[in-house]
């Protein structure tokens, strides 16, 4: 059990690195969290600085994190039983690691809103996760052509899609159990709705109000 604890805490800490906050400080001389919608995700800062190169560096760094904060989880806690004890060492570093960016305590409990360290996480754990959120995405994206509900109904129908392929499919494709993997994209999906709180909120706001 202390080895899960020590996990989400070591996933936290390295999520909770500032790093977007700094990189635009450092070449924009901005407070990334005082411009556009005060997210310090690829998005926002694409659409405030106007780069392209910025947000993908932004991009790359929280995969990183995500990559940097379950691989060290594995090196520092896990038993060498992978597809038992250490899956779930490395899952829970990654669910630490998006909350840790979505509310960085030195940020003020503010951040990103996970997509980027899910994928990370992902990358390590089961690419099938990232592979469903993009075909959910794409699926709405073609119906509503919107960012934001495309985000939220991919993050929805993510473990929804790996639920309904085969076990062994999903094991045959990734090598990783089926299983864990559903239960991970439940985690995920909770944490980038949660980092999508304010987006839920616009987006039912009724036209009264508005």
């Known amino acids: ?34 411009e556009g ?24 760094i929280d995969v990183l994190k995500a990559i940097v904060a379950v691989v060290l989880a594995w090196m520092l806690f896990g038993s060498g039983d992978f597809f038992a004890t250490d899956y779930w060492i490395m899952g829970v570093a990654g669910i630490g690691a998006t909350l840790g960016h979505n509310y960085s305590p030195w940020l003020g409990f503010k951040g990103g809103r996970g997509l980027a360290t899910t994928l990370g996480v992902s990358i390590v754990l089961g690419w099938v996760i990232a592979a469903a959120w993009l075909l959910g995405y794409a699926l709405t994206y073609a119906v509503k052509r919107d960012i934001h509900t495309g985000n939220l109904a991919a993050s929805v129908l993510m473990p929804v899609i790996l639920a309904v392929v085969p076990g062994d499919v999903i094991h045959a494709l990734t090598g990783m159990p089926s299983r864990e993997i559903v239960i991970l994209s439940v985690c995920m999906a909770v944490l980038i709705l949660f980092g999508h709180y304010g987006v839920i909120k616009q987006l039912f706001k009724s036209p009264v109000n508005q």
């Open 1 to 34: 059990m202390l080895s899960y604890i020590f996990s989400l805490i070591l996933g936290f800490f390295v999520g909770s690195v500032p790093t977007t906050y700094l990189l635009i400080r450092w070449r924009k001389k901005l407070d990334i969290r005082n």
């Open 37 to 60: 919608t005060g997210n310090v995700g690829t998005m926002n800062v694409y659409e405030v600085t106007n780069s392209r190169g910025l947000g993908i560096v932004v991009l790359v």
